[in-house]
């Protein structure tokens, strides 16, 4: 029997001992135990999210999150530059035009960044309530350059929005020191959970915005939590079991130390690109984030059926391409709970399955390229 191995890009593994700990019994959230609790939560995702601001807490997905992010900073009607280069970009396009905003869309194909010139050029020709991007575009394995385009919104009365669903935790990302007003992210990513909790930080520029902006939603409504926040508590019933869980995983990322956590996401990135590369198969984005890493299959191959036998021989999960790569890449997750072991066995998986499905290539080339990869990054 096989364990499973899951290196999807969202839910990631999530560690044997958050998983004891949201078994332990439930306790009511309208105590000084929980607030007690929230109160580290909260300091300790100020740490990973590298912020002196205040970091919310919702019981919803990242994309509750960043829907939450827009609706409370942007007016109805309000102008918005919108940098899209894969998916989730498109989603937040979407929320945007779900909320009558007049949007100017920045567009880049999948597997390119947008380049932060053009951001400034954008910037240069209208004014803005706010900026919305990906800094880690999962769909297109590439990560955007978010210190060097908030520099340009800084110098505006725009405020940017930073999608950082898989960034925060697993590379380095430092609103304050960037300027990035809102960043959001959710738990089943870096941050070693089940889904069901996003967390979004928010700087003081942002909240002078939220003062202008009436909406209608109760739920998601940033000031209700901001203020909550103040007392260690939260507006609504939060999802408790996740939150004890989160307590424990945050702790475990302190312990690393947050640099040795982005420089093991790192490692492990650099090995499967050099794994790639030494069996001929092109890693896909001109500018691959290290979050998770894409590549090409070879011609002729059927996602669905590589997907499946790497499922079915090994309990190995990977992910398939999303919008325009839909069956062209399959994409390998980097983040969170995923040591050098799980990263050699999953290329060695990938190595199987080619050869099974007739792909010709010197076998443990993949294998063999990770480890020089990961001894050079061990190193140093």
């Not at 560690?15 to 019994?25: I, Y």
């Not at 990906?134 to 350059?145: I, P, Q, R």
């Not at 996401?265 to 499967?272: D, H, Q, R, V």
């Amino acid at each position: 029997m096989n364990r499973m191995r899951l290196f999807t890009p969202g839910p990631t593994s999530v560690p044997e001992e958050v998983l004891l700990e949201m078994a332990r019994p439930v306790f009511h959230h309208r105590t000084q135990e929980y607030r007690t609790l929230f109160a580290e939560v909260s300091k300790l995702l100020q740490m990973v999210f590298q912020t002196a601001n205040p970091v919310v807490t919702l019981s919803g997905s990242g994309t509750a999150g960043y829907e939450a992010a827009m609706i409370n900073t942007i007016p109805q009607g309000g102008r918005v530059l919108a940098l899209s280069n894969g998916k989730f970009a498109e989603r937040w396009v979407t929320v945007a035009q779900r909320n009558n905003c007049e949007i100017t869309v920045l567009k880049a194909e999948y597997g390119h960044a947008i380049p932060p010139e053009q951001v400034a050029e954008a910037l240069g020709k209208g004014k803005f309530d706010a900026v919305t991007l990906c800094h880690s575009e999962t769909s297109a394995c590439t990560v955007n350059d978010l210190q060097a385009i908030a520099g340009h919104v800084r110098k505006t009365d725009a405020i940017l929005i930073a999608d950082g669903i898989t960034s925060v935790g697993a590379i380095p990302v430092k609103p304050d020191d960037w300027g990035v007003d809102i960043l959001v992210t959710g738990s089943q990513k870096a941050l070693m959970l089940p889904p069901g909790l996003a967390f979004v930080s928010v700087s003081e520029k942002a909240k002078k915005k939220m003062e202008t902006v009436k909406q209608p939603n109760l739920y998601l409504s940033l000031p209700h939590y901001l203020k909550s926040l103040e007392a260690n508590d939260v507006p609504w019933t939060p999802a408790v079991t996740l939150v004890r869980g989160l307590h424990v995983a945050l702790k475990m990322i302190a312990a690393e130390g947050l640099e040795n956590v982005w420089k093991r996401t790192a490692s492990f990135a650099a090995a499967t690109r050099g794994a790639a590369k030494a069996l001929g198969l092109k890693v896909f984005s001109s500018n691959p984030s290290d979050s998770v890493t894409g590549i090409h299959y070879p011609a002729g191959f059927d996602d669905k059926n590589f997907r499946g036998a790497l499922r079915k021989q090994f309990n190995v999960h990977i992910a398939a391409g999303q919008g325009s790569m839909e069956g062209k890449i399959f994409r390998i997750s980097h983040m969170g709970y995923v040591d050098a072991f799980d990263t050699l066995g999953v290329i060695s998986a990938v190595e199987i399955v080619l050869r099974q499905q007739g792909y010709q290539f010197d076998f443990g080339a993949g294998v063999v390229a990770a480890h020089k990869e990961l001894a050079r990054a061990a190193a140093g």
